[in-house]
């Protein structure tokens, strides 16, 4: 006799093998691979909300050249569109100490909390870590004539700046990051 639940459950298998499944935790699995709980899946992202303190997968934010001109002032665009840089000691976030997250210029999404902010003396707002290793890209760049490691928003490749390995503990490293590429929200009392 066969089994009334042969089809469904193997229709069950087949969707979350080709297609992914998002459980009720905001997970998601598909062919056995996982990253913090999630997968690629077209149009999508996991970001960790830090103020939800959970990954939590949202749409990828893709906008035309125009759109960006339309929604940006020209200094940011130029920085977070074609990788710019603003120049040293002039960015009105270099010396915020206010308590709060750093959050993407163009999508909103946590970057930074003030309390991995430190003073490098480079004129840059620096960090030792970002929200989370899920909201940054890190690429190679090799267009100054020399190596450096690009940090981008994960969830809309604006550029934000650029990571070092000269920073103080506990990573040792340093998020040296645009003013214009962050909005700054502080938090609440």
């Known amino acids: 006799m066969k089994d009334k639940y042969a089809i469904p459950a193997f ?16 997970t998601v699995m598909e062919k056995g691979k996982q990253h913090a709980g999630f997968v690629a899946i077209p149009g999508k992202v996991g ?25 940006l002032p ?37 970057l930074f909390v ?4 430190f003073d ?12 989370s290793g899920l909201n940054v890209i890190e690429v190679p760049d090799f267009s100054a004539g020399i190596t450096r490691t690009e940090v981008m928003c994960a969830r809309c490749g604006a550029h934000l700046g650029h990571v070092f390995d000269d920073g103080p503990k506990p990573t040792g490293l340093r998020y040296c990051m645009n003013s214009k590429a962050l909005v700054f929200e502080k938090a609440s009392q």
């Open 11 to 26: 229709l069950i298998i087949i969707t979350i093998l080709f297609t992914g499944c998002l459980r009720e935790d905001n």
């Open 47 to 71: 970001i960790y909300d830090y103020r939800l303190g959970k990954t939590v997968l949202v749409d990828k934010v893709i906008q035309s050249e125009e759109e960006y001109k339309k929604s």
């Open 74 to 110: 020209t200094d940011v665009c130029y920085i977070v569109r074609s990788k710019g840089t603003e120049r040293a000691f002039t960015g009105e976030l270099l010396d915020n100490r206010q308590k709060g997250i750093y959050k993407c210029v163009v999508c909103g999404t946590d």
């Open 114 to 117: 003030s309390d991995a902010k």
């Open 120 to 131: 490098s003396g480079t004129g840059w707002p620096s960090f030792f870590r970002p929200v």
